[in-house]
């Protein structure tokens, strides 16, 4: 069965920290989207990849950074969590033509910052 | 710019009620639309889909009819079951090959045994 993992279901990080989350995906898919999901908002988009190497700024970028050096796998990166990034972190993935095939998400990660 | 716009929630319905919740769009072309529901505590899983003007998309009992006239994506179930409780998201994918898609604000629905 063909999936997306993505590495925790739950987490807890302190107000400063660097953050780490990774996806990694198991079907060859060329394009590698990071969502956060927040109650009445929601999902928007942080930051996607077509490629390797490649990323592009989604609609809130601002306090994050992404890592895609191998095809399967695409890192958010928190440089300096805050509490207003306390949320449900989605990953998801497409191949080329996403509108012919859509998404496949991760379960999610419910990121919690003190 | 592309958009969607569903029915608010949450809808509430007993079990064995026929269910529609709606979604119109807004969006040049021929955009692919999309159907997503997401379980609790759950990411979201691909419902259906229709890619050109008047396909119908099924899955689960579920079904929903590309209308370009009326640019609407409306989903239907005719009877629903408590596993059916869920947020349904409705999207759109625009056909001028870009690489996002555009989702809805989703609508919860709770289904009563």
């Known amino acids: 069965d063909v999936k997306v993992t993505q590495s925790s279901r739950y987490l807890v990080k302190r107000t400063g920290e660097k953050v780490f989350l990774e996806c990694v995906q198991d079907?060859?898919?060329?394009?590698m989207f990071w969502y956060r999901q927040d109650p009445g908002l929601g999902l928007r988009l942080i930051y996607f990849?077509?490629?390797?190497?490649?990323?592009e700024k989604g609609d809130i970028p601002e306090g994050y950074s992404v890592s895609r050096e191998k095809k399967e796998r695409f890192s958010l990166i928190l440089e300096s969590a805050s509490t207003n990034q306390t949320s449900m972190y989605l990953c998801?993935?497409?191949?080329?033509?996403?509108?012919?095939?859509?998404?496949?998400f991760g379960s999610g990660t419910r990121l919690t910052v003190v | 710019g592309d958009s969607v716009t569903q029915m608010e929630g949450p809808v509430t319905l007993s079990e064995e009620a026929f269910l529609t919740i709606n979604c119109t769009y807004t969006?040049?072309?021929?955009?692919?639309l999309f159907w997503y529901v997401q379980y609790p505590g759950e990411g979201l899983q691909l419902l259906l889909k229709?890619?050109?003007?008047?396909d119908k998309g099924s899955n689960k009992g579920f079904e929903a009819t590309y209308r370009k006239e009326t640019t609407s994506f409306h989903l239907e179930k005719g009877s629903v079951q408590v596993s059916d409780s869920a947020v349904y998201f409705c999207?759109?994918?625009?056909?001028?090959?870009?690489?996002?898609?555009?989702f809805g604000a989703g609508t919860r629905l709770f289904v009563k045994a």
């Open positions: 998801a993935s497409s191949p080329r033509a996403a509108g012919l095939d859509g998404y496949t």
């Open positions: 969006a040049t072309g021929y955009p692919s």
């Open positions: 229709a890619t050109k003007a008047d």
């Open positions: 999207a759109l994918s625009p056909d001028t090959g870009g690489f996002k898609t555009i």
């Open positions: 990849s077509y490629d390797v190497k490649m990323k």
């Open positions: 079907m060859d898919h060329e394009n």
